[in-house]
Every structure is written in C-alpha cells, then in structure tokens.
C-alpha cells in the first residue's frame, strides 16, 4: 500500500510540473507572439471605432478610424473632415479595445499603398488642406507635386481655391516632417 501512495504521489508531482512548464511556455509564446504585432495592425483591429492620437508637437487628433495603411492612418473627424496621420508622427493611441487585426497576406500592391502615395493622391485631387509638421507647424494650400522624399505646396489661404493671384509661394517639405494631412472639405475622394 505504501509503494502505490509513492506511485501516485510521484505521478500527481509529475502532472503538476508539466503543467506549469505547459504554462509557462503558453504564456510566453503569446507574449512573443504580441511582442510581433506591428502598430498598424493593431489599430486594424480599431477600424470603425473612435480614437485619439497623440501627435507629438502636432497635438491631439480625435476621429473614427477609417483606413490604415503601412505607415498612414485615416480618420473622420467630427465634421466629417478626412484626417491623413503619418504613423511614424504617432506617439500615444486611447481608444483602443482588446481588438487587434489579423495580418493580411501580403501582396504586392498593399505595401506600396504609403504616404507618399496617398500624398499623390492629394496633387491630383487639388484640394486645398492643411499640412500639419511634426514640430507643430501648420501650412495651407494645395500639394503641386510629391518627389521621392519630398511634398511641394503652393501656399494659399485654405478658403481659397489655388489661383496664381492667391499662392504666395510654393514650399517643400520633407514627408518624413508631416504629421497630419487635413483636408477642408469631407471626402479623400
């Protein structure tokens, strides 16, 4: 009897260390499995829902997040304003659940979907906006052209269409300074 006590004491030892190694390496695999979670793919995971940013010297920026890309966010703000957030600008996020995106697959064309191609985006459209820098500095007017590493903006009031009468000059600024991209009117079309 005493020899059965031994065996079943030893066993139940046995169980409860190989249950604690069994926790111990669950609970460090979902850490390193957290710890490979980009920014951007856990605000996927906030899609539709409101946040508010910490932009560095550009402020707060409150909206409903719309769109995220790799190094971009896209929010609506309450006057349904379209708000372009450089991620890279990003310094806190509130707002967030316990949600986070799953990775997509990646494909070909949805990395190149940066900033400096929705900036693009903002030359053909015309659209007169305002460029907040990550120094706090706000420029308005129009994109005329995006370089490599670079944005031009012919600076106009942003109630004003872009005339040659109402540019006062025409200013680059380098993609890596901008911060946030607001545009006057709803709608990045």
Same mark, same amino acid.
């Given at each position: 009897?005493?020899?059965?006590?031994?065996?079943?004491?030893?066993?139940?030892?046995?169980?409860?260390?190989?249950?604690?190694?069994?926790?111990?390496?669950?609970?460090?695999?979902?850490?390193?499995?957290?710890?490979?979670?980009?920014?951007?793919?856990?605000?996927?995971?906030?899609?539709?829902?409101?946040?508010?940013?910490?932009?560095?010297?550009?402020?707060?920026?409150?909206?409903?997040?719309?769109?995220?890309?790799?190094?971009?966010?896209?929010?609506?703000?309450?006057?349904?304003?379209?708000?372009?957030?450089?991620?890279?600008?990003?310094?806190?996020?509130?707002?967030?659940?316990?949600?986070?995106?799953?990775?997509?697959?990646?494909?070909?064309?949805?990395?190149?979907?940066?900033?400096?191609?929705?900036?693009?985006?903002?030359?053909? #459209?015309?659209?007169?906006?305002?460029?907040?820098?990550?120094?706090?500095?706000?420029?308005?007017?129009?994109? #005329?052209?995006?370089?490599?590493?670079?944005?031009?903006?012919?600076?106009?009031?942003?109630?004003?269409?872009?005339?040659?009468?109402?540019?006062?000059?025409?200013?680059?600024?380098?993609?890596?300074?901008?911060?946030?991209?607001?545009?006057?009117?709803?709608?990045?079309?």
């Amino acid at each position: 009897m005493r020899w059965q006590q031994l065996f079943d004491d030893l066993q139940s030892q046995f169980e409860a260390e190989q249950a604690a190694t069994e926790h111990a390496e669950a609970a460090s695999q979902a850490r390193a499995e957290v710890g490979a979670v980009r920014l951007a793919e856990r605000l996927g995971g906030a899609l539709g829902f409101p946040l508010v940013l910490g932009v560095g010297a550009a402020g707060q920026v409150t909206g409903t997040l719309v769109g995220v890309g790799p190094d971009w966010l896209l929010l609506t703000d309450e006057q349904g304003r379209e708000l372009l957030v450089a991620l890279p600008a990003v310094r806190t996020v509130s707002g967030l659940g316990r949600r986070t995106a799953a990775p997509g697959p990646a494909g070909a064309v949805r990395p190149r979907l940066d900033l400096r191609r929705a900036l693009r985006g903002l030359a053909r #459209d015309r659209s007169a906006l305002q460029l907040v820098l990550d120094d706090g500095t706000t420029l308005t007017g129009t994109v #005329d052209r995006v370089g490599a590493d670079y944005v031009e903006l012919a600076e106009h009031p942003v109630d004003e269409p872009r005339r040659q009468g109402s540019v006062r000059g025409v200013r680059a600024v380098v993609i890596g300074a901008v911060a946030v991209v607001r545009r006057s009117a709803p709608g990045l079309d």
